[in-house]
């Protein structure tokens, strides 16, 4: 009986293409299109599918993804900030909602139908003539009101602060982490603005958040051994700024800063075997806190 002549290997994927090369991982023939070059040989499709899904992304020191090395949350916030100051300008149809209106020595823009309706305010005869305020169930201006601004200038100073500030925090915590320092630290700031002003005082602006992110910046430079010798001078100079210049949610800013202080605690400090339960546990106790506050302020002016 005479022997069958040797068949020559055909790649598993592409059964019409002969091939000697086996995948180094399965053994499985492949062809040149299916080929994946590996640190030895060269693997399948399929087997270097499986291995990326056993690699474990990589993480920062405080738990986060490392996309957040490109910065698109702060992009989005910008993004999201002009947005918006278009569209408040354009509600305003003319006038001085851009530049012109008050404060900074007349640079900030005037009050716009959509500032009126998006600010922090806790009690107050609306323009249209009826009654208004998070008191009377407005909670949407505790969030509105930092997206929100007084014009161009004070838009701008706002942007430039996030923009220094947002990329080095994104980076070292992930989108997700950054954005919840962000948007906690300008709640935080929102409230203590509601409880501490005037029931008839409108406040708006990213300054609350800003200053968190500046706390923020702080103690997570200081977790990770860095100099933070450049970042106290100039939160120091945003201090006096607040305080000097007329016109400032003084509340609103120190509020920011205190909350985004308590929040960059609870994200640099937890404990790594548990470390992003304590996160998520201290991010809800500081929301916690907060609302109680809300409540407080509203019974009294209600009660």
Known sequence: MSESPPTTPVCYRHPGRETYVRCSRCDRPICPDCMREASVGHQCPECVDEGRRSIRPARTAFGG???????????????????????????????????????????????????????????????DGTLGGIAQGQWYRLVTAMFLHYGVIHLLLNMWALWVLGRSLEANLGRVRFAALYLIAGLGGNVAAYVFSAQNAATVGASTAVFGLFAALLIIERKLGRD?????????????????????????????LVVGAAMALVLAYAPRGRRTLVQAAGAAVILLILLGLVLFRTSQLLG
């Open 228 to 256: 933070i010798s450049r970042i106290v001078p100039l939160l120091v100079i945003n201090l006096v700024f607040t305080v000097a210049v007329p016109g400032i949610s003084i509340p609103g800013h120190l509020g920011g």
């Open 65 to 127: 993804g490392t996309a957040g090395r490109h910065g698109y949350v702060t992009k989005a916030l910008i993004a999201l900030n002009v947005l918006l100051l278009l569209l408040s300008i354009a509600s305003a149809r003319g006038g001085n909602a851009a530049v012109g209106g008050s404060g900074f020595g007349g640079l900030m823009g005037d009050n716009t139908p959509l500032t009126n309706w998006g600010s922090v305010l806790g009690l107050a005869v609306l323009p």
